[in-house]
């Protein structure tokens, strides 16, 4: 958890100002939460490689951007610190907040599933103590968890899912004057997705994908990652794991068949894979979802 939390700019900032961790948990799929206290202090973030959602929880009446002092915080109140996006804060008096960070590639997948959209397409902007009742009653849920115990985990993991869809459906706006450049085709981007999803239990090369998309495999590529937001493989691995975790759910399986049915060599390759994602075994994982 350390080193995963550690990478995180926002993270390693509050660890070298006035904030005190009460707790914090890497969630799987590229996230991780933590909850703070912070008081009479001033923070400045320069975030790379992660967005942040921020919740407050108790106070922050008197904590605000410093170039937007007439606007303050208060429970409830949300706030979005978008990868690269430098803010500056200032925290005069107490504030408990809860902090959802995630990846550009969980941006990317949840924007492709949810809006059928290049991540390249679409914005995340920097918002300031909005209100999303939904957005924030899934954050103050986050706090209420014992991330120490498996089981719980994965309902953090479940909600911080939720959260980011939230987020996305809600917030995201298409970027502007935008002129596009390389790429696939919105028609080959989808039927990409669906080649790809029917043959999840089968050996995927790099060379397959390009000769199905009738481009070369260095090409198809570079495509792939300027429509996807990621490599092949990782979208290839994201998609595995989440039809494992299905057919876990619905028990029908053995973990050898899963293993096959989601094209891994071997359980034990299996099982590699899913603990490193989600810190879990697959066995325990389907106990907790029974």
Same mark, same amino acid.
């Given at each position: 958890?350390?080193?995963?939390? =550690?990478?995180?700019?926002? !993270?390693?900032?509050?660890?070298?100002?006035?904030?005190?961790?009460?707790?914090?948990? /890497?969630?799987?799929?590229?996230?991780?939460? /933590?909850?703070?206290?912070?008081?009479?202090?001033?923070?400045?973030?320069? %975030?790379?490689?992660?967005?942040?959602?921020?919740?407050? @929880?108790?106070?922050?009446?008197?904590? !605000?951007?410093? &170039?937007?002092?007439?606007?303050?915080?208060?429970?409830?109140? #949300?706030?979005?610190?978008?990868?690269?996006?430098?803010? &500056?804060?200032?925290? =005069?008096?107490?504030?408990?907040?809860?902090?959802?960070?995630?990846? %550009?590639?969980? !941006?990317?997948?949840?924007?492709?599933?949810? #809006?059928?959209?290049?991540?390249?397409?679409?914005? +995340?902007?920097?918002?300031?103590?909005?209100? =999303?009742?939904?957005?924030?009653?899934?954050?103050?849920?986050?706090?209420? @968890?014992?991330?120490? &115990? %498996?089981?719980?985990?994965?309902?953090?993991?479940? #909600?911080?899912?939720?959260?980011?869809?939230? +987020?996305?459906?809600?917030?995201?706006?298409?970027?502007? =004057?935008?002129?596009?450049?390389?790429?696939?085709?919105?028609?080959?981007?989808?039927?990409?997705?669906?080649? @790809?999803?029917?043959?999840?239990?089968?050996?995927?090369? +790099?060379?397959?994908?390009?000769?199905?998309?009738?481009?070369?495999?260095?090409?198809?590529?570079?495509?792939?990652?300027?429509? !996807?937001?990621? *490599?092949?493989?990782?979208? @290839?691995?994201?998609?595995?794991?989440?039809?494992?975790?299905?057919?876990?759910?619905?028990?029908?399986?053995?973990?050898? &068949?899963?293993?096959?049915?989601?094209?891994?060599?071997? *359980?034990?390759?299996?099982? $590699?894979?899913?603990? /490193?994602?989600?810190?879990?075994?697959?066995?325990?994982?389907?106990?907790? $979802?029974?």
């Amino acid at each position: 958890m350390n080193n995963t939390l =550690n990478r995180l700019h926002v !993270f390693n900032r509050l660890t070298h100002s006035n904030a005190q961790l009460e707790g914090a948990a /890497a969630m799987g799929d590229g996230m991780a939460v /933590a909850i703070w206290r912070n008081r009479l202090d001033a923070v400045s973030y320069a %975030p790379q490689g992660h967005h942040t959602l921020s919740c407050y @929880l108790d106070g922050g009446y008197n904590t !605000f951007l410093r &170039d937007r002092p007439d606007q303050r915080g208060a429970p409830g109140r #949300l706030c979005v610190l978008p990868d690269q996006q430098e803010t &500056d804060w200032v925290i =005069n008096g107490h504030l408990r907040f809860v902090h959802l960070y995630f990846s %550009p590639e969980q !941006f990317a997948s949840q924007t492709l599933a949810l #809006l059928d959209r290049e991540p390249r397409e679409m914005c +995340l902007p920097q918002q300031t103590f909005f209100d =999303n009742p939904r957005l924030a009653s899934l954050c103050q849920a986050l706090p209420r @968890l014992d991330w120490r &115990d %498996p089981g719980q985990r994965l309902l953090g993991n479940a #909600l911080a899912h939720h959260a980011v869809a939230q +987020l996305i459906q809600s917030h995201v706006e298409p970027r502007r =004057n935008l002129h596009l450049k390389g790429g696939l085709s919105a028609t080959l981007r989808r039927r990409m997705i669906e080649w @790809l999803d029917s043959r999840l239990d089968q050996s995927i090369t +790099l060379s397959a994908m390009a000769t199905e998309a009738a481009l070369s495999a260095t090409h198809f590529a570079h495509m792939f990652r300027i429509s !996807f937001g990621m *490599p092949p493989h990782v979208w @290839l691995q994201a998609r595995r794991l989440a039809r494992a975790r299905q057919l876990l759910a619905q028990n029908q399986l053995s973990l050898t &068949d899963v293993a096959m049915a989601c094209g891994y060599s071997s *359980p034990s390759h299996f099982s $590699n894979r899913f603990r /490193a994602a989600l810190d879990i075994t697959p066995s325990r994982y389907r106990e907790l $979802n029974q």
